[in-house]
């Protein structure tokens, strides 16, 4: 699936277009326009890094469509509109997952020290309402560093320009014999 966030003129409505492998395009409205972050990126950005194929992003890719969501083009596949449903409903609360992780990363990405102690802290106040553990502080920090990297790009587009995902991220796979050994 391919997702292009165009930069706009501040304060327009924001929208990204999502191509899924299907062939169907959406255009899913994201807010206000601006120098910081879409949400929709930070989502795509959190749930890449922490691997969540359930999330958000994995839901439209399997067929959910969101109430934020147009259809612009491409043959729907037969009972789209059943099959998003369950799935909202079947994945229901791996969707408020992936919106608290979206956030916990953003308020890690917002700490000045972000020594594992602070990123635990932030992990309890954030996830307290979910069931099971928290990705460990080393896997948080670096999904904050992504986003910061992220947002850094978005700050640097003018209007007209755009950022532009895969998903899932494509995985460069290197042959064994090609790799070779690390400093040390």
Do not use: C, N
Not at 56 to 66: H, K, L, P, Q, R
Not at 99 to 117: G, N
Not at 147 to 176: F, I, K, M, S
Request: glycine share 10%; proline share 8%; hydrophobic share 40%.
């Amino acid at each position: 699936m391919r997702v292009t966030f165009p930069r706009l003129a501040d304060h327009e409505i924001a929208y990204a277009l999502v191509e899924r492998d299907d062939g169907v395009v959406y255009r899913l409205q994201s807010g206000r326009a601006g120098t910081a972050l879409p949400h929709d990126i930070r989502h795509l950005i959190v749930e890449r890094e922490l691997g969540v194929t359930d999330g958000v992003w994995g839901g439209i890719a399997a067929g959910a469509v969101f109430s934020s969501m147009q259809h612009l083009g491409g043959r729907r596949p037969p009972h789209a509109g059943q099959r998003s449903a369950e799935l909202k409903r079947k994945y229901r609360d791996r969707l408020l997952r992936a919106e608290l992780l979206a956030d916990l990363v953003e308020s890690v990405a917002a700490l000045e020290d972000p020594t594992p102690e602070a990123i635990r802290r932030v992990s309890g106040t954030k996830l307290a309402v979910l069931r099971g553990t928290a990705p460990p502080p080393e896997v948080l920090a670096g999904a904050a560093r992504s986003l910061q990297v992220e947002a850094a790009r978005w700050a640097r587009l003018r209007p007209g320009e755009e950022l532009r995902y895969e998903w899932p991220a494509p995985r460069v796979r290197v042959p064994r014999q090609a790799r070779r050994p690390g400093p040390g």
